[in-house]
T-cell receptor
């Protein structure tokens, strides 16, 4: 149980285009979903936390207009990288916590999306 | 400034021996810690956690030790198995329900 599916696993796009990444909890309802970014040989850095039906909470330094997060249902959150530029190339990974279980801080992760912007 | 550090990017251990993965943190407000394990092409999966009221938590072959005064925790795997080969992330938070900060990970290779 507790499977999180992230799609696509890899995307290559041209500079200036927008890219949408989906994160789905397949067998549970996720009241909270998290979006992380990882640079090579660096830690996973939390970008934002999203709760179903409300606006995402962004970490300091993360541009909310650049990284649009939508959490329209208890099983789906999307991250849209708008007007992508080469510096946005990175590994993006989502996670979800089970309703009622978030206090334990256990998150279930997707496999990640490698974004390459040409 | 990296608040959670894993100073060994990689570690190789012989099968059957003990693997010890280390993690140091700088923020004294952290009081809840987790270890995640990640295989290639998969997301991290939760392994074991410990809160600051304990100094040890054990789950089968996995034991996490916490030294609050040294701001140090370690994950012991004994005996190590080839299937344990993965990247291990240490994560810390300021309490239950709070977002946590990841370390950069340590790649463990268990050699048959």
């Amino acid at each position: 149980g507790a499977v999180v599916s992230q799609h696509p696993s890899r995307v290559i796009c041209k500079s200036g285009t927008s890219v949408k990444i989906e994160c789905r909890s397949l067998d549970f309802q996720a009241t909270t979903m998290f979006w992380y970014r990882q640079f090579p040989k660096k830690s996973l850095m939390l970008m934002a936390t999203s709760n179903e039906g409300s606006k995402a909470t962004y970490e300091q330094g993360v541009e909310k207009d650049k990284f649009l997060i939508n959490h329209a249902s208890l099983t789906l959150s999307t991250l849209t990288v708008t007007s992508a530029h080469p510096e946005d190339s990175s590994f993006y990974i989502c996670s979800a916590s089970i309703a009622g279980d978030s206090a334990k801080n256990i998150q279930y992760f997707g496999a990640g999306t490698r974004l390459s912007v040409l | 400034d990296q608040q959670v550090k894993q100073n060994s990017p990689s570690l190789s251990v012989q099968e059957g021996r003990i693997s010890i993965l280390n993690c140091d943190y700088t923020n004294s407000m952290f009081d809840y810690f987790l270890w995640y394990k990640k295989y290639p092409a998969e997301g991290p999966t939760f392994l074991i956690s410990i809160s600051s009221i304990k100094d040890k938590n054990e789950d089968g072959r996995f034991t996490v030790f916490l030294n609050k005064s040294a701001k140090h925790l370690s994950l012991h795997i004994v005996p190590s198995q080839p299937g344990d080969s993965a990247v291990y992330f240490c994560a810390a938070s300021k309490g239950y329900g709070q977002n946590f900060v990841f370390g950069p990970g340590t790649r463990l290779s268990v050699l048959p």
